[in-house]
């Protein structure tokens, strides 16, 4: 079992926080151990390059890609952390598998801290069109690496938990569906039984969800899978405090090898089926804030009202800063906060004047 101190020894250190623009990832991709094995796969809209690094030589061909989506950093930090454990300290199972690994697909993305590339197109939604370069490098990389297996790395926002009451999705899974039956193919089946060891090695310790499977060909997971691809969906989630997302980078990393060891092991060690379908759906009752007795600040509320902050994630100066949004009023009875505050408590309130919070802002 992986743990946090053994974990911290190969981490790289170098490389941490939520902005994470493709600079700091290349310089660490053209180290000296690696430049070898890293090759230009094709060019952005701004015509930055997007690299893939090849690693191992095994049977069992893995494709991996992160910052699809610009603004989701946190996988790309643990592929680079996978990428120094390879280097460091060979895992058994790498010499069974073949991985090819792109750290930021949407360089411009990432530079700019958006969710879209340059042509403000979300690129898990051109799958079917490939109107992108970006979109045009993975589809080309998929065709000519011809993967075993598929692995597409993302974040997720605060809102998810599972449970009541829910408890924070710090990871979540999906197997996307392969038909619009949603049916269960052996590629889809192998995706879930991996998912199934991915979400056992941690859920001990985090609440772990599962996404909703509506089929949808525009996005490159379904498609990917429809092709007879085992694809596997991993979104990195908040861990309470965590807003730099650096403990959940961890279990990302830790679930990235329990998957890798399971490709190996072969379909004989996944849990069966029904493992997969116990993993709890993910719901969205979540604020960042939930600030209770909110007639104090806003007196045409009945008392007992409250409200619901989210925070807003702004770059400036090449740091982000997460700037509180009013996005619910009222009895909220449904809400959670990641942070409760009551505004009748003045040390409370004197939080709230920490984040930058006006009524009315």
């Known amino acids: 079992m992986i743990g946090f101190s053994d974990y911290e020894q190969i981490k790289v250190k170098t490389i941490q926080g939520r902005y994470l623009p493709p600079e700091p990832v290349y310089d660490f991709l053209k180290s000296d151990m690696n430049s070898k094995a890293l090759k230009v796969v094709g060019h952005s809209v701004e015509h930055r390059e997007i690299y893939a690094l090849k690693m191992g030589s095994g049977r069992n061909k893995v494709l991996l890609w992160s910052q699809m989506h610009g603004n989701e950093s946190t996988t790309t930090k643990a592929l680079l952390d996978l990428i120094q454990k390879c280097q460091k300290n060979k895992p058994d199972w790498l010499e069974d598998v073949e991985l090819l690994l792109v750290p930021i697909l949407n360089p411009d993305g990432a530079r700019a801290y958006t969710r879209t590339n340059a042509n403000d197109i979300d690129l898990n939604r051109d799958a079917q069109r490939l109107s992108q370069p970006e979109s045009r490098v993975l589809k080309d990389l998929f065709d000519t690496f011809k993967p075993d297996y598929c692995m597409n790395l993302h974040d997720q926002r605060t809102i998810y938990g599972i449970g009541t009451p829910p408890r924070a999705a710090t990871l979540s899974f999906l197997a996307p569906a392969a038909d619009p039956g949603r049916g269960f193919p052996d590629s889809r089946r192998k995706a879930a039984g991996l998912i199934c060891l991915m979400a056992e090695s ?73 493992k997969y ?69 003045r040390e409370d309130l004197e939080q709230l004047n920490g984040l930058d919070f006006f009524p009315g802002h």
């Open 202 to 274: 941690s859920s001990s310790e985090i609440g772990i969800g599962r996404y909703d499977d509506t089929f949808n060909l525009d996005c490159v997971g379904d498609t990917f899978q429809a092709a007879g691809v085992p694809t596997l969906l991993v979104e990195a989630g908040h861990y309470p405090g965590d807003y730099e997302r650096e403990i959940t980078r961890f279990y990302v990393y830790k679930a990235l090898c329990k998957a890798l060891e399971g490709i190996v092991s072969g379909p004989r060690v996944l849990p069966p089926l029904s």
């Open 277 to 345: 379908h116990e993993i709890p759906e993910n719901t969205s009752p979540f604020v960042d804030v939930l600030v209770k007795n909110a007639h104090v600040l806003l007196p045409n509320l009945p008392s007992g009202n409250k409200l619901g902050l989210q925070f807003e994630e702004v770059l400036q100066e090449d740091a982000i800063y997460f700037k509180p949004k009013l996005i619910h009023k009222g009895a909220l009875s449904g809400v959670w906060g990641h942070r409760v505050l009551d505004a009748e408590k």
